[in-house]
């Protein structure tokens, strides 16, 4: 017995270095796209002190990337389920080495929002086709294989604020946009030659996804995924400018970044085998609850250090509930509409942090710290709760836990 037991999770343990070995390109992308997305939040600080820009206007810069992202994703996700996911990502990668080399010599504002705009389409291009890739190649793991791509997303979101804080050490807030449009445009080969899509494709050339949205489960799914990012625009547009104020430089400001993004990226590939064996509604409830309570928190913690400390406990909570939404939202559809719900996933995100993103920072710089956490947090916890009512009595669409299809 022994073993067999052995045997088994040696042969365990190889089919997920396997699986790791082939979602590398997926992982690649994924971090790249969200190490230029986690620099700029570095510098908003320094750009609001060093061009003149008000907290007003950093928060319609923010906005504008999650509005555009939301934009693409909406529109244009559901032609990765068609089989073009090779090409959107290809694209996207361009359009944002385009956009971080418009930075490098930004002076208006009016030109950062374009610039940012750009970026956040361009990531709604690449994500929703690379989420389904990891979602379809073995449906029994797709929390897994998800959790591996949220690793990776994590994984960029650390390097990137931290390499755009020691660049802007180096050589001031210009030269990280110039490196990172440098470094998207190496990756161009990569997003030619991603491997070809295993899952079922969508030949019925739809016009577009919200026909999805019918699905009552996936309505509960979408609320939650919006909910929580309110809290991710809240902290976008004030957390790097809390934290100038309270004498924090962009260092300081990525550190702490880095300390909330290190939990999510040691527990992702677990928390997504956790939402495989014990469903991944209870995981989502589990994380994105105790992330909206501790989010509360914020404004009457005192200082920068001890908010990283706070951050960093958070993450693990983000790192568990996350990962499990996106098992949520792949298995409320069938497999051949992974990509459409996903990119609704994507524009649920962006429509969720542009919603808190500009509120957040006027209520910052109208009321400080206090009312805007305490507000953000109750946001949050009132959608997470709204979503899973929402899902309550519905059963998936997809996955091994989904009702066996009738025979015809």
Same mark, same amino acid.
């Given at each position: 017995?022994?073993?067999?037991?052995?045997?088994?999770?040696?042969?365990?343990?190889?089919?997920?270095?396997?699986?790791?070995?082939?979602?590398?390109?997926?992982?690649?992308? %994924?971090?790249?796209?969200?190490?230029?997305?986690?620099?700029?939040?570095?510098?908003?600080?320094?750009?609001?002190?060093?061009?003149?820009?008000?907290?007003?206007?950093?928060? @319609?810069?923010?906005?504008?990337?999650?509005?555009?992202?939301?934009?693409?994703?909406?529109?244009?996700?559901?032609?990765?389920?068609?089989?073009?996911?090779?090409?959107?990502?290809?694209?996207?990668?361009?359009?944002?080495?385009?956009?971080?080399?418009?930075? *490098?010599?930004?002076?208006?504002?009016?030109?950062?929002?374009?610039?940012?705009?750009?970026?956040?389409?361009?990531?709604?291009?690449?994500?929703?086709?690379?989420?389904? #890739?990891?979602? &379809?190649?073995?449906?029994?793991?797709?929390?897994?294989?998800?959790?591996? %791509?949220?690793?990776?997303?994590?994984?960029?979101? @650390?390097?990137?604020?931290?390499?755009?804080?020691?660049? *802007?050490?180096?050589?001031?807030?210009?030269?990280?946009?110039?490196?990172?449009?440098?470094?998207?445009?190496?990756?161009?080969?990569?997003?030619?030659?991603?491997?070809?899509?295993?899952?079922?494709?969508?030949?019925?050339?739809?016009?577009?996804?919200?026909?999805?949205?019918?699905?009552? +489960?996936?309505?509960?799914?979408?609320?939650?995924?919006?909910?929580?990012?309110? %809290?991710?625009?809240?902290?976008?547009?004030?957390?790097?400018? %809390?934290?100038?104020?309270?004498?924090?430089?962009? @260092?300081?400001?990525?550190?702490?970044?880095?300390?909330?993004?290190?939990?999510?990226?040691?527990?992702?590939?677990?928390?997504?085998?956790?939402?495989?064996?014990?469903?991944?509604?209870? &995981?989502?409830?589990?994380?994105? *609850?105790? &992330?909206?309570?501790?989010?509360?928190?914020?404004?009457?913690?005192?200082?920068? @250090?001890?908010?990283?400390?706070?951050?960093?406990?958070?993450?693990?909570?983000?790192?568990?509930?996350?990962?499990?939404?996106?098992?949520?939202?792949?298995?409320?559809?069938?497999?051949?509409?992974?990509?459409?719900?996903?990119?609704?996933?994507?524009?649920?995100?962006?429509?969720?942090?542009?919603?808190?993103?500009?509120?957040?920072?006027?209520?910052?710089?109208?009321?400080?710290?206090?009312?805007?956490?305490?507000?953000?947090?109750? #946001? &949050?916890?009132?959608?997470?709760?709204?979503?899973?009512?929402?899902? +309550?009595?519905?059963?998936?669409?997809?996955?091994?836990?989904?009702?066996?299809?009738?025979?015809?």
């Amino acid at each position: 017995m022994t073993g067999r037991a052995g045997a088994s999770s040696r042969r365990d343990a190889s089919s997920r270095r396997g699986a790791d070995r082939d979602m590398l390109p997926f992982k690649l992308l %994924m971090g790249v796209t969200a190490g230029g997305i986690g620099g700029i939040v570095t510098v908003l600080g320094e750009l609001r002190d060093e061009l003149g820009f008000s907290g007003t206007g950093i928060g @319609i810069m923010v906005a504008s990337g999650f509005v555009a992202a939301f934009v693409s994703q909406v529109t244009l996700a559901r032609l990765a389920d068609a089989g073009h996911y090779r090409i959107m990502a290809t694209v996207g990668i361009a359009l944002s080495a385009a956009a971080m080399l418009v930075m *490098v010599f930004a002076g208006d504002l009016a030109v950062w929002i374009l610039s940012r705009a750009a970026l956040g389409f361009a990531g709604g291009l690449i994500l929703p086709g690379v989420r389904r #890739a990891a979602s &379809v190649r073995d449906p029994a793991r797709a929390g897994e294989n998800l959790g591996r %791509m949220v690793v990776a997303e994590t994984t960029g979101f @650390i390097f990137g604020p931290t390499l755009t804080a020691l660049l *802007v050490w180096v050589g001031g807030i210009r030269l990280p946009f110039a490196v990172f449009a440098a470094a998207m445009l190496a990756f161009l080969p990569v997003a030619v030659r991603l491997p070809p899509d295993r899952g079922r494709l969508d030949a019925s050339g739809r016009a577009t996804s919200f026909d999805l949205l019918l699905h009552r +489960r996936l309505q509960g799914a979408l609320i939650m995924v919006a909910g929580y990012f309110m %809290m991710i625009g809240a902290w976008e547009a004030v957390l790097p400018v %809390m934290f100038a104020d309270r004498g924090a430089g962009a @260092i300081m400001t990525g550190l702490t970044f880095t300390m909330v993004a290190l939990p999510i990226m040691m527990v992702g590939t677990r928390a997504g085998r956790l939402a495989d064996r014990v469903g991944p509604v209870r &995981v989502t409830m589990a994380g994105l *609850v105790t &992330v909206s309570v501790a989010t509360m928190t914020f404004g009457v913690i005192p200082g920068v @250090i001890p908010i990283a400390g706070a951050m960093m406990l958070v993450g693990f909570a983000d790192g568990y509930g996350f990962t499990a939404a996106h098992a949520v939202v792949a298995r409320a559809v069938p497999e051949h509409r992974q990509a459409a719900a996903l990119g609704l996933m994507g524009a649920a995100e962006v429509a969720g942090a542009a919603a808190a993103a500009l509120p957040a920072a006027w209520m910052y710089d109208s009321f400080g710290s206090g009312p805007t956490w305490a507000a953000v947090g109750l #946001a &949050v916890l009132v959608l997470v709760v709204a979503g899973w009512l929402r899902i +309550r009595g519905t059963v998936p669409a997809s996955g091994p836990d989904a009702p066996a299809p009738r025979p015809h």
